[in-house]
């Protein structure tokens, strides 16, 4: 029986052993361990690092073993302890200190490689110095954050976040203490990098000591001599060559000599390291950066917290962890786009794949690799769109409690409570929590250029040196086209017109001087204020000072302020960023062929005027077609370049622009475009739309009939449609439409002659981008008149087919450029399917499709509820609340015209009344952040209701019927005007001219009222000066 146990352990533990042997586990332990083995052995190896240094002869082929003591102990690499203590002193490892990296780096920046490399005691030093030196340069960096850690704890009384987390306390003595025992062990590094540098340089220079310096030199005897002891056993051939060659002579090297070569070789290695370790040197500056903003933090808080109100303290503590909230939140987004930027999605995301076995037996080859493509397709779909989906849902979760704290920060209490002063506490809470706007450039801003840049691109500041200095030439441009007036009655001018030209001219002088006399009236009043109590005057904002230190600012920090795309507001970006995108753009179109530094605009204009000249002479276009389209060579400049940027997308791609007004093409562009465009407006009248409300009316008439509860609603959105229609197809588009207009000539042209031009307005398309030159050899020019036509045309005679299927089925198909909305009752597999055949008509056509029972088309948002109609006002997620601030300087009439045209949007779209209420509220919180008055807005509110007949308060019950009039009432057509009895006038518009327009007419009756030109109305209009996009941004 004891045997049999034995027998039976022995057999257990044999079994054992043979698993333990076989797992997983244990082979990776037996792998690491080999592992192990080999590196220690090959550092070893390698450990004897000078071994080259001690070299006597120029033979490159060194054996580095060799250079190894035998006698050398090998340590046990399977002790645990030793281990351990390897991966405590194993310093990382950095590609950048690879020996190829570094020679491959030395051979293409330096004339002067080979002479550092072709020897081996120079290459040896490199590789011993090179990461003692980046030690040195990272410890040195590090050692000037800690010692500015100390300088703010001591200083400024103010230890960073960095500290606190390390130490856990706030105590001055042992946070300063940390840091200079940090500070030590930095400094002992430093001094010990230093200690190791000196001694490699100089046997660095022993080295070159022994090693002698050669030159050539002539023939002597002994080289005779030596040729003619060879003679045996030489060929002729190399006796003579043995004869004619000089023999090197070796000259011993000068200590200077010795002393430049050690410097070259240590600036070289300065400049690799510089290059390789400008990360670190960012990091470390932005550690500086973070601490000082943390200081900044801190110290508002506590100013705010010594004297908050009870009230403000409370909403302060409710809005701090929505701030750390809102802080994770970005982190997450900001990730996540650069995810979508880098094409790495997380694992949840990464980890999909649909796969599955195929039987090759019974499915031929070319059939499963087909399914095997769908799948992979399927993946990538799926991968992309639920990497769309995560980054919307997280950008939507940053939106939301963005604008949650915004709302708390603008109904932050100022007024006084229960005898406390809120003032100073609602001043140091706005320093305190105060967001930043689009700033990806990191500048930073004072809070009056803050407040600057919210009120938008838009703004215009009072500036009556303008309107004063624009006074003369106004003045002369009036009396010119009033003695005009009067020659045309074939009569003399005289006295009347200079009189009322010198009285204007006084009028304007003493508006355009109204600040001086304010300003002077303001000091009189401060003066007095000790006898008078008067209120107190706020100090004028110095707008010119600031636009000048704004762009002052922004180049130096080599930023780029732009209008962003969709939004309108400002978004600040580096120069940097704009020109990698833009690079990448231009790789991935394919578009543009760079012509370096060739200037093509004079060719460009030779050509165009002898194309020109070339179709008058073939009587193809007329005299004055050629006289109105040739160009005067000192009124042309190339095209230039510029992007806007979609700060409202995941990584801010840019949208190209290509501004050429003044382009050599740009006359046959637009002649082109108003010849054709009216055509295609005729042409596709039934299937276009240029408005949310077109759309609006088009789906009441449809959803009377047609409305069900199955009813889809489909918008499709057609990708980069401008840069996807070829050249040559989309010419050919235009000679379609005219052919299917049936039309031989437009405007005394040939059809014929109307491709001829289009074609070399397409073709000629040059621009100039960041010092270079460019020609557009693919797809149209985005800033080009003419494009838009030819892509219209284009997707018309695309479209005719899909309009046809989805007529005959009883839909409705619209189209507004590249935006297309379907509305139709098939089931959603069917009409998925139908997209899908679409797609494959035209290669250069890419549909993008959304289907549901509601849909978002241009500003409009449609539902299908229970089969109803429902329709109101659609807000991208780009969208921001701004309008033209109240307080820019503009006529009044400019600002009710855009509360009535939002107000009228509003009642068209909505057709419900609470959706109307809703929007009109959005509408006035809108308004009142762009600093409305709510007065103003009420009464607008009303006269909008007034002028579109809406005589009730609008309830629940006559919503529907006064909507409906709005709706049905005809659009006021423009009322044409008698050229001959008006006269238009245009002075620029500043502050204290309200009341100008009165007193110009007044004016004018007073001289002119019984004069032979007194049938001449005046409209007098106004001239802005420039608004802070045109101060700010420079798009060149």
């Known amino acids: 029986t004891n045997e049999q146990q034995l027998q039976q352990r022995t057999y257990n533990g044999s079994n054992q052993r043979r698993r333990q042997t076989t797992i997983a586990s244990f082979r990776r332990r037996q792998r690491r361990i080999r592992q192990q083995e080999y590196c220690q052995n090959e550092n070893i190896v390698q450990n004897n690092r000078f071994a080259l240094l001690a070299e006597n002869n120029n033979n490159d082929d060194i054996d580095i073993v060799s250079n190894v003591d035998d006698s050398e102990p090998l340590p046990f690499v399977n002790n645990s302890k030793k281990n351990q203590n390897d991966k405590k002193n194993k310093k990382k490892n950095r590609t950048y200190l690879a020996y190829n990296r570094i020679m491959t780096w030395v051979q293409n920046e330096t004339s002067s490689s080979t002479e550092i490399l072709e020897t081996s005691g120079n290459q040896a030093y490199l590789m011993a110095s090179i990461p003692v030196y980046d030690e040195w340069i990272r410890a040195n960096y590090d050692l000037q954050v800690w010692q500015t850690y100390l300088k703010m704890g001591t200083e400024n009384k103010h230890w960073a976040k960095e500290i606190i987390l390390r130490t856990k306390r706030r105590d001055d003595i042992v946070n300063s203490q940390f840091i200079k025992k940090k500070i030590n062990q930095l400094s002992t590094v430093v001094a010990q990098a230093n200690a190791t540098i000196s001694d490699l340089k100089v046997q660095l220079r022993t080295y070159w000591s022994q090693v002698p310096g050669y030159r050539k030199g002539k023939p002597t005897a002994d080289n005779v001599a030596q040729t003619t002891t060879t003679t045996n056993t030489t060929t002729p051939t190399e006796i003579t060559a043995t004869a004619t060659t000089p023999k090197p002579i070796a000259v011993p090297l000068t200590v200077d000599k010795i002393r430049s070569k050690t410097e070259e070789i240590e600036k070289l290695i300065l400049k690799y390291l510089q290059h390789c370790t400008q990360h670190v040197k960012k990091i470390n500056e932005t550690r500086i950066q973070l601490a000082k903003a943390q200081m900044d933090e801190f110290k508002a808080l506590e100013e705010f917290e010594q004297i908050a109100t009870p009230s403000q303290w409370n909403i302060h503590l409710t809005l701090k962890p929505k701030m750390k909230l809102w802080s994770t939140k970005n982190k997450n987004y900001l990730t996540a786009v650069k995810r979508v930027e880098y094409d790495m999605p997380p694992k949840f995301i990464s980890k999909t ?32 769109q639920a990497m769309t989906l995560y980054v919307q849902s997280l950008a939507r979760e940053h939106e939301l409690l963005l604008n949650e704290i915004k709302r708390i920060i603008e109904g932050f209490p100022q007024d006084n409570d229960e005898g406390f002063n809120a003032e100073p506490g609602y001043a140091a809470f706005k320093q305190y929590h105060e967001l930043p706007i689009i700033n990806e450039a990191q500048i930073r801003l004072t809070e009056e250029e803050h407040q600057l840049l919210k009120l938008g691109p838009r703004f215009i500041y009072n500036d009556p040196k303008t309107a004063s200095r624009r006074r003369t030439t106004e003045l002369a441009t009036l009396q010119r086209k009033i003695e005009t007036r009067f020659f045309e009655k074939k009569v003399s001018s005289g006295r009347p017109v200079e009189e009322f030209i010198a009285e204007l001219d006084t009028l304007l002088q003493n508006l355009h001087d109204t600040p001086a006399i304010s300003q002077h009236r303001n000091t ?32 130096l920090a080599n930023a780029i302020l732009r209008k962003s795309d969709k939004s309108k507001v400002f978004h600040i970006g580096r120069s940097e960023d704009y020109r990698k995108k833009s690079e990448e753009y231009m790789d991935k179109t394919q578009a543009y062929q760079c012509l370096s530094t060739n200037d093509p605009l004079p060719d460009l204009i030779q050509r165009t005027n002898k194309y020109l000249l070339d179709l008058r002479l073939a009587k193809w276009i007329t005299q004055k077609q050629y006289e109105n389209l040739c160009i005067n060579p000192n009124d042309v400049e190339l095209a ?50 240029t408005s949310g409300f077109e759309l609006v009316k088009q789906l009441q008439k449809w959803s009377r009939i047609n409305m069900h509860q199955e009813t889809l609603f489909c918008t499709i959105d057609v990708t980069d449609l401008y840069t996807m229609v070829p050249q040559t197809e989309g010419v050919l588009s235009l000679k379609k439409m005219l052919d299917h207009l049936k039309l031989k000539q437009v405007g005394g042209l040939k059809v014929e002659t109307i491709i001829r031009l289009s074609r070399f307005v397409m073709q000629n398309n040059y621009f100039s981008y960041d010092g270079q030159y460019y020609h557009q050899i693919r797809e149209g020019a985005m800033g080009s008149p003419l494009t838009l036509t030819i892509a219209n045309c284009y997707m018309f005679f695309y479209e005719r087919q899909i309009v046809k299927q989805i007529s005959n089925s009883g839909g409705l198909y619209f189209r507004y450029i590249d935006d297309i909305f379907i509305t139709i009752n098939w089931p959603a597999q069917h009409l998925f399917k139908q997209i899908d055949r679409w797609n494959h008509f035209d290669e250069n056509i890419k549909l993008s499709e959304n289907i549901g029972p509601t849909a978002d088309f241009l500003d409009l948002h449609i539902e299908n509820q229970d089969g109803q109609l429902f329709t109101s006002v659609y807000q991208k997620p780009s969208y921001e609340p701004y309008y033209l601030p109240f307080n820019s300087i503009h006529p009044l009439h400019m600002k009710k015209n855009i509360i009535f045209t939002m107000l009228l949007r509003t009642i068209r779209y909505c057709s419900t009344f609470q959706a109307y209420l809703d929007e009109r509220e959005k509408l006035r919180i809108a308004l009142l952040l762009n600093k409305y008055p709510n007065k103003f807005v009420d009464e607008q509110f009303k006269n909008v209701l007034l002028k579109l007949s809406v005589d009730k308060p609008l309830t629940f019950n006559n919503y529907a019927k006064y909507r409906q009039n709005v709706i049905d009432s005809p659009v006021k057509e423009k009322v044409s005007l008698d050229y001959g009895k008006t006269m238009f006038v245009h002075f620029t518009y500043c502050s204290s001219m309200r009341t100008f327009p009165i007193k110009f007419h007044a004016l004018w009756n007073k001289y002119f009222g019984e004069s032979p030109i007194n049938e001449v109305l005046p409209v007098l209009g106004t001239r802005n000066v420039k608004n802070l996009q045109r101060h700010l941004t420079n798009t060149r």
């Open 353 to 384: 794949d649909l796969s599955f076995k195929i039987d090759e037996l019974i499915i031929s080859q070319d059939e499963a690799q087909v399914i095997y493509n769908q799948m992979r397709q399927i993946t990538r779909d799926f991968r992309t």
């Open 524 to 555: 009189s009043i401060i003066q007095n204020q000790s006898i008078v109590n008067h209120p107190i005057i706020k100090k004028k904002k110095n707008y010119g000072r600031l636009v000048k230190r704004l762009k002052h600012k922004f180049r």
């Open 640 to 689: 230039h370049l510029y992007y806007l940027s979609k700060a409202h997308k995941p990584g801010t791609p840019l949208r190209p622009i290509v501004s050429g007004l003044k382009h050599p093409t740009i006359k046959i562009s637009k002649f082109l475009d108003n010849l054709l465009r009216p055509l295609f407006d005729k042409m596709a009248f039934e299937t276009t739309v």
